[in-house]
């Protein structure tokens, strides 16, 4: 079946870096524009970063802008975050998403930037 699967995330103080990872199956990934949105605690999930099936587009939120990087490998049906310059305000379990006929989402990873 159709699933993502995320990791990466974890703690990390202000101005450090993570790189997310987001594993796809059950589907011909390099045929898929992907996605990544946040969610913080009491608010509502966010778009944060889209690429497109080639990789040849994508597009950010202003808030990650110049500090995000999303890329893929469809070699290994993997889509990646890599995040820079953490701020506090980067809280937020990270969800990639696709469509597929309809929303496709995984479970989360958290990412706490903290001192």
């Known amino acids: ?23 796809a199956s059950g589907f011909t990934f390099s045929n898929y524009f992907m996605r990544w949105y946040r969610q913080a605690p009491g608010k509502e999930r966010g778009f944060v970063a889209f690429i497109s099936d080639t990789g040849g587009a994508t597009n950010y939120a202003d808030s990650v802008k110049g500090r995000f990087t999303i890329s893929r490998d469809s070699a290994k049906n993997t889509v990646y975050l890599q995040m820079s ?27 706490t930037v903290s001192s």
């Open 85 to 111: 310059s953490l701020k506090p305000e980067d809280t937020a379990v990270y969800y990639c998403n696709t469509n597929i006929g309809g929303q496709v989402w995984g479970q989360g990873t958290q990412v």
């Open 1 to 23: 079946q159709v699933q993502l699967v995320e990791s990466g995330g974890g703690l990390v103080q202000p101005g450090g870096s993570l790189r997310l990872s987001c594993v």
